[in-house]
């Protein structure tokens, strides 16, 4: 407070070892968290809003021949990856005209292809999760390990005063704001993330269903 | 495809990792920038007697530090000589235009120690009272003269309570132990330090050193001082701590105590300074050892 006219960075500076580890921690937490961040907004954006054009392409046309060239043209859209794995499977069976073998392979297909999506969409996302629950505490254990030094200094000084006492427990203090600047971003990330995800996973769901009916009917 | 789609996720992945290290270094270079904007606060000051000759001891020292009452001693000498004798000179012109038959003296010893200008100021008005007792005058140059008195009396009064006051601020507790332009300033620039004012500032350095305080838990607006007479032993022990008289703040005093409890043993006293112990006063202010 007295003798630290420099703010946060001189503040950095004076502390021990184990706080600035814990900064150096909590400083990667950050930069990773927020590439997951930037990464999966962009993701998950395009990734509805091929979405619901394919949908909308899909309810259109009538053949699934078209469909499919279509859905090369989104190819970060869930529910067209979906579809184009069905398709797959469709084409690979239709010589064969056993109706009921055949929906059970292409439902299985495009359930494993819709297992794929929600997992490439999760990827990463687990991590902010991590951050969120993790990054205070380790800031706060750089909190407490600089208290800990600072009362052991003033315990050397001899003196409990103020000019004394504050600078060891600013520059501990400056671990947990870290460790808050890290997790906030993270857990808001985390939130959305998982709600958009879940709204995407329904939607595979729930198109599934719509698709093997369409190849059994193209089947029959 | 998979391959190309690959691909393009890592290039995307890379892609956020840049813009995320940007995005660090751009808020951490925000936080310097704004750091650097901000005044830097005034420290808190350590004073030694040693850079500090003479009157100007109390000067150098930023009155602004934060946390410090900055009240400092100059600024009410100033007040006396300034405001107060100015309306007599007027006064003067407008009654008495002539004073050159009327012999100046003084009839009461100055109160005052004071170097500066409030003496003349003193001065000037006892010549009131040489003045006034003379008989050929008319009536309203009497009862001018009367007036004039009375206007001047009350000044007088207030002038002299006022110095009273700042007297007792000034010189402390009656003892010649604290002289508070002592020390190594006494003689200017130019001057060779005694062994004593060497020792006296050997030792003032010793105990502001030993002497931390926050100046955020005095009182603010008050003059703190206290004024401390310490007994030194030959060897240098601290043998006796005697507060003549405490300042405002029992923390402030408590710090002083401190400071003397750690700052002894202090150097032993040279033979030429004493023989025996030595007695010396030390004026503890938030701006230092005066």
Redesign the interface.
Known sequence: M??S?????SLISDSGPVVLFVLLVL?LF???S??????KA??IRKAMKQSADFLDYFFEVSSIDKVFAESERY?SASLARVFRAGYIEYRALSEKKDARLSTERISRAIKRESNAESRRLGRYVAFLATVGNTAPFIGLFGTVWGIMNSFQSIGQA??A????VAPGIAEALIATAAGLAAAIPAVIGFNYFSQQIALVERDLEDFSTEYVKSFVHELD | MKKGDAAGEQRRLVTALVIALVLHAGVLGGLVYVQGLQPPEPEILTVSLVSLPGEGAQRPVESGAEGEPSVPDEPEVVDLSRSEPEPEPEAEKQQEPVEEPVPVTSPEPEPEPEPEEPSPAVEQHKQVPAESPEPERSVDTALNELQERVSRQKPTDLERALSRLQQKVKAGPPSGLYDRSSGPGRGGSGAVLSPYEQYLSQVVAIITQSWSFSGELLPRGQDIEAYVAITVVPDGDIADVTFDRRSSSMYFDETVRKALELASPLPPVPAEVATSSLRLGLIFTPRGIE
Request: glycine residues 12%.
């Open positions: 007295f003798e006219t420099g703010g946060v960075f400083l950050s930069v990773v927020w590439t997951i961040i930037l990464f962009g993701m190819r001899q003196s005063s103020l000019a004394t």
